[in-house]
């Protein structure tokens, strides 16, 4: 028994000295291969080639103009789940053709109506524009809504000198003004929203 621990033990040792010999040597071999070394070819020419396939791919792309404004304001209004979604190519055009930032309609009728989910019955009226108690301005369309919107805040604010929410607070929504300026911080708020 004791001679067959002892030939066990030295089979053990042995295998653990050639493993750390091999690891050794590896490491050295490894060393020695990746270590740089600058071979001369003084009188080689080479030439690289490249295999090209007898077809030339040629790569076009249809690249479709959008414009970002109209898909911003269709997400904002999707996300409020907002009646007024689908409508925001009319609103970017409405803006264009009077020169308004783009995000004041929409942010005029988030703070009005919440896009247009508290209107009055039937007036398609998502800006609360030209409703003073019991008068109440109706329209028979949301586009009809925002197309005399527009051309109002154009023709009866920006071109007075009101163009900021703050000053088109002082005629748009007077009351707001006592309430610390409510209004033109919502809007605003929403305007920094669609961004």
Not at 55 to 74: H, L
Request: without cysteine; glycine residues 8%.
């Amino acid at each position: 028994m004791d001679k067959t621990y002892s030939v066990g033990v030295g089979l053990v040792g042995t295998w653990f000295a050639a493993t750390f010999i091999s690891l050794i040597f590896a490491i050295l071999f490894n060393i020695y291969l990746n270590t740089n070394k600058v071979v001369a070819f003084s009188n080689q020419q080479f030439g690289l080639f490249a295999a090209l396939p007898n077809n030339i791919f040629e790569s076009s792309q249809d690249i479709k103009k959008a414009d970002a404004r109209a898909k911003i304001i269709e997400d904002f209004f999707l996300n409020y789940q907002s009646p007024l979604a689908g409508l925001g190519n009319l609103l970017i055009q409405i803006s264009d053709q009077y020169a308004l930032d783009y995000r004041l309609l929409p942010a005029i009728a988030m703070q009005e109506s919440n896009a247009g989910k508290k209107v009055i019955e039937g007036s398609y009226n998502p800006f609360g524009y030209g409703i003073y108690g019991n008068i109440i301005l109706k329209f028979g369309s949301w586009e009809e809504a925002i197309a005399r919107v527009g051309r109002a805040l154009r023709e009866d604010y920006l071109n007075k000198g009101l163009v900021t929410p703050e000053q088109i607070m002082t005629k748009y929504t007077p009351p707001s003004l006592e309430k610390d300026g409510a209004w033109a911080k919502g809007v605003s708020s929403f305007m920094e929203e669609l961004r």
